[in-house]
């Protein structure tokens, strides 16, 4: 048996050789601790025993539970499919939202924010690998639709999210996170924003993202064990 703590270096570890792998700055990327299913006693261990203070979330429900129970210093991601009726709980709870994967919901946050008086950080998500079970913008639909996302007033689009199908070998998943990289790149040319962010990687391949370009890992059962 590893302890959290154990674990939790360990994937630091990955994280920093896959970036010296690549010729990347380890600086570049984040660790997001994916603590969804687990108890607010989990998260309180992985900061106090191991410093983390970046969590991520997939259910705002269970998110409501949890943030006000911990620390006000950690910091959380929404990385789950947000539903229109609980974007107004959503919205002051996160730093960044991972998983905008419509124009309607984009308009959805947009509206809401402007009630609120926030200016929300989120991510568009992008279904690379065509999967019928995955949600996101066809990397067709992402280029239809990014100029107008970008026009809406009060989101801040920063980059893209995906999920690779889940396969055996991690090496299996890296033409997904290449293809995510390269349609950012240039899009990210055409619109003339860096569109810096690339969320992809979770447990199972999280070392591939980070050579092909991630700046935030999403790891749940590595660190935390199973759910
Ligand atoms: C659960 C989840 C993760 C973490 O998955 P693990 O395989 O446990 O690391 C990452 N991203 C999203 C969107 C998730 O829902």
Known sequence: MTTLMERFELVRENIYAAAERAGRSPDDVELVAVSKKHPVESVSEAFQEAGQELFGESRVQEALIKIPALPSRLRWHFIGHLQANKVRKALPCFELIHGIDTVDIARDVDRVAAEMGL??????????????????????GLER???????????QVEGFMTMAPL?????????????????RDRLAGQVGIPLATLSMGMSGDYEVAVEEGATLVRVGSALFGGR
């Not at 639709?145 to 989101?155: Q, T, Y």
């Not at 396969?167 to 349609?183: D, G, H, M, N, S």
């Open 119 to 140: 200016f929300p950080r989120v991510l568009l998500e992008v279904n690379v690998s065509g999967e019928g079970s995955k949600h996101g913008f066809t990397p067709e």
């Open 145 to 155: 639709e990014l100029e107008g996302l970008l026009a809406l007033p009060r989101i």
């Open 167 to 183: 396969v055996k070998e991690a090496e299996a998943a890296r033409p997904y996170f290449t293809k995510l990289r390269e349609l």
